[in-house]
């Protein structure tokens, strides 16, 4: 069994650009969630993804959006990044739809906005 | 809106002592409690997950508890140990899959 991967593990960007975020789900599960993490705070949500349509969203704004793909990978996209923006990303991979939803989550990648 | 609170922010211990990490939250409304370890730059591990319908969980040395009138669980660690040292995070997950974490509680366990 595969757990949750993401790539790339680190990135540097400059304040204005762009960044995708990969995630490939644990082998069976069809429920993607991506979290942000700054720095000594616990991760904050940002969305979640099942069967490739959006379920659910936190108070992220709309410059932060989400694909999954066929096979429950899933990006991230981040537009016109802001120095705010540095944190650990994490996503998490779930069966989806019960209340035994179990989140795994992948090792993150760490975001560095300058 | 759901605030989650986990006291202590840091803790140190001797091996081989017994613990409890708290976690608060006020909002009952919940779906489920979840406790992770998050280790120093890495993702996050599930210990535990407790149904809103549950009263406790139990792995190993691990046993959680969740009170949701009061808003409150807990997360006892027995006879610690050096590997147990890490970050312990709680988290409530609603119906609408927004899951809130609290800033997690440091544990060290000294050998």
């Known amino acids: 069994e595969t757990g949750v991967t993401q790539s790339p593990t680190h990135l540097i960007k400059t304040r204005g650009q762009q960044v995708t975020l990969r995630c490939s789900s644990q082998?069976?599960?069809?429920?993607v969630s991506w979290y942000q993490q700054a720095l000594g705070q616990g991760p904050q949500f940002i969305f979640q993804y099942y069967r490739e349509e959006e379920n659910g969203r936190g108070n992220f704004p709309p410059r932060f959006s989400g694909l999954q793909f066929p096979n429950y990978s899933s990006e991230l996209n981040v537009n016109a990044l802001e120095l705010d923006d540095s944190a650990l990303y994490l996503c998490?991979?779930?069966?989806?739809?019960?209340?035994?939803?179990?989140?795994?989550f992948g090792p993150g990648t760490r975001l560095t906005v300058l | 809106k759901q605030e989650v609170t986990q006291i202590p922010a840091a803790l140190s211990v001797p091996e081989g002592e017994n613990l409890v990490l708290n976690c608060s939250f006020t909002?009952?409304?919940?779906?489920?409690l979840q406790w992770f370890r998050q280790d120093p730059g890495k993702g996050l591990t599930s210990l535990l997950l407790i149904q809103s319908s549950q009263r406790e969980q139990t792995s190993g040395r691990l046993n959680a508890s969740l009170d949701k009138s009061s808003g409150r669980s807990t997360l006892y660690i027995a006879a610690s140990q050096p590997g147990d040292s890490a970050t312990y995070l709680c988290?409530?997950?609603?119906?609408?899959?927004?899951?809130?974490f609290g800033a997690g509680t440091r544990l060290t366990v000294k050998p």
């Open positions: 998490a991979s779930s069966l989806g739809g019960t209340s035994t939803d179990t989140q795994y």
């Open positions: 988290a409530v997950r609603h119906n609408n899959n927004d899951m809130r």
């Open positions: 909002d009952s409304a919940i779906y489920n």
């Open positions: 082998s069976g599960h069809n429920t």
